[in-house]
């Protein structure tokens, strides 16, 4: 018998993590996403100069900690394609910020072009590496 294909069902749930993420939904909500041993890994960008590597617990503290720093969120996906358990998204992400920061007042809006690649592993997410190239401000 051939392996299961999972490629339609992985793009659906990256497509709806995403989604999850631009409505703000809370730690738990964001958590059935992913698997308990995820290690996430964003690279060097503007806002995270040296990159950073979380674990499950890190990332739903980032959740929560975006859902007090922004007033809104748009993941608009631009490209998505699924290989195996791998799905790579390219996004044009917008964030309207709650608060000030740095030089920003409350209401600015961040951008960004982002290419997202999962790995999944039973359903959830237990890779995510994230390469976000934001536009100046």
Do not use: K
Request: charged share 25%.
């Amino acid at each position: 018998m051939p392996p299961a294909n999972h490629e339609p069902h992985n793009l659906d749930l990256a497509r709806r993590y995403l989604a999850a993420l631009e409505r703000g939904d809370d730690a738990r909500a964001v958590g059935e996403f992913l698997n308990d041993e995820i290690v996430a890994q964003e690279f060097p960008n503007r806002l995270v100069a040296t990159g950073q590597t979380r674990d499950r617990a890190e990332m739903l503290a980032g959740v929560e900690r975006g859902r007090e720093l922004m007033q809104s969120q748009c993941y608009d996906v631009l490209s998505a394609m699924a290989v195996g358990e791998s799905v790579a998204l390219e996004v044009a992400w917008s964030g309207t910020l709650a608060v000030p920061f740095g030089p920003l007042a409350a209401g600015s809006t961040l951008r960004a072009r982002v290419a997202i690649f999962l790995e999944f592993q039973d359903g959830r997410i237990i890779a995510q590496r994230n390469y976000d190239c934001y536009e100046p401000w």
